[in-house]
T-cell receptor, first 116, second 114 residues
Framework: AQSVTQLGSHVSVSEGALVLLRCNYS??????LFWYVQYPNQGLQLLLK??????LVKGINGFEAEFKKSETSFHLTKPSAHMSDAAEYFC??????????????FGGGTRVLVKP | DSGVTQTPKHLITATGQRVTLRCSPR?????VYWYQQSLDQGLQFLIQ???????AKGNILERFSAQQFPDLHSELNLSSLELGDSALYFC?????????????FGPGTRLTVT
């Protein structure tokens, strides 16, 4: 089974500072990885995905993530935090199940607080 | 707005009761997934349907069941409810059934069992 670990359940950053959210995965096959964001009282929104093409992936809202196979990592960054980035962020790995199914396995999430 | 709709938004019920959560996938998507989000368990995959057929099963309790109808909407039935079933239940959809594709999530149904 595949797994995802997010280091740090809470991160506090100042407005304008770098946002760095860490994600490490465990997978026996080349992984497909995703970052989702959950704003308060809302569903999960797809930020970006890695599907074995370019290792640096750009997403929405100025976020990007870099896939590093040697480190089994897929960290999410944004150069300059904005107040609207305050949310919870989830890293996930897609896993094929059985003959023809699939599911997402999520990390524990990282809640980002942005200070003015 | 992902295009996935879920009703109701909130549900409050008592222990021992049964509830039904409803989900409509994005237009064109054939797969529907159900996830449970709770403080102690995080986000957990429950079950996947593709074009009316069950495709994958996660840690779904026997008291829970789901189905996908010919119009592709899905319902998650939760019975003999316990306090620990209080959680946010998400539905997601994708175009494909197999392969490792991105899933689009609905706004969720918050279930409170008292």
């Amino acid at each position: 089974a595949q797994s995802v670990t997010q280091l740090g359940s809470h991160v506090s950053v100042s407005e304008g500072a770098l946002v760095l959210l860490r994600c490490n995965y465990s997978s026996s096959v080349p992984p497909y990885l995703f970052w989702y964001v959950q704003y308060p009282n809302q569903g999960l929104q797809l930020l970006l995905k890695y599907t074995s093409a370019a290792t640096l992936v750009k997403g929405i809202n100025g976020f990007e993530a870099e896939f590093k196979k040697s480190e089994t990592s897929f960290h999410l960054t944004k150069p300059s935090a904005h107040m609207s980035d305050a949310a919870e962020y989830f890293c996930a790995v897609s896993e094929i199940t059985g003959a023809a199914g699939n599911k997402l396995t999520f990390g524990g999430g990282t809640r980002v607080l942005v200070k003015p | 707005d992902s295009g996935v709709t879920q009703t109701p938004k909130h549900l409050i019920t008592a222990t021992g009761q049964r509830v039904t959560l409803r989900c409509s996938p994005r237009s064109g998507d054939l797969s529907v997934y159900w996830y449970q989000q709770s403080l102690d368990q995080g986000l957990q995959f429950l079950i996947q349907y593709y074009n009316g057929e069950e495709r994958a099963k996660g840690n779904i309790l026997e008291r829970f069941s789901a189905q996908q109808f010919p119009d592709l909407h899905s319902e998650l039935n939760l019975s003999s409810l316990e306090l620990g079933d209080s959680a946010l239940y998400f539905c997601a959809s994708s175009v494909a059934g197999g392969g490792r594709v991105e899933q689009y999530f609905g706004p969720g149904t918050r279930l409170t069992v008292t």
